[in-house]
């Protein structure tokens, strides 16, 4: 087991952009900002697991992730309302990780 701190997103991105801090943006603006973190997000993800792949001595073969609803709507404008606006955040990381983790192989407990 290897518990370490890895970077999830590129330096100078909303790490939270359905809880996007600044002027309040309608929801295409908020859609457009979701989808450039994301994409940051799969990339420095992507970086951060070929770098903890090289550095542990055993072959990394699955990760845990804490489990999110499979039915979490996938919707912007859903996501942005109560209950859902409390979680979308912390669900598109793991999303994302989980979404890495099986390209390489890995194993993905929920």
């Known amino acids: 087991m290897d518990r370490r701190r890895i ?3 590129e330096p100078g991105m909303a790490v939270a952009p359905i809880h996007h801090e600044g002027k309040p943006l309608d929801d295409a ?3 457009a900002l979701v989808a450039t973190v994301r994409a940051s997000a799969v990339r420095a993800t992507s ?3 070929d770098e903890l792949a090289t550095a542990v001595p055993e072959p990394v073969v699955s990760m845990s992730l804490r489990a999110w609803p499979l039915d979490f709507p996938d919707d912007i404008v859903v996501q942005r309302r109560p209950p ?3 979680h979308a955040d912390s669900i598109m990381y ?3 990780l989980a979404e890495q983790a099986r390209a390489r192989g890995w194993d993905v407990h929920l």
């Open 7 to 9: 970077e999830l997103i």
């Open 84 to 86: 859902y606006e409390a």
């Open 47 to 49: 970086a951060s697991l």
């Open 94 to 96: 793991r999303q994302v």
């Open 29 to 31: 603006a908020t859609a």
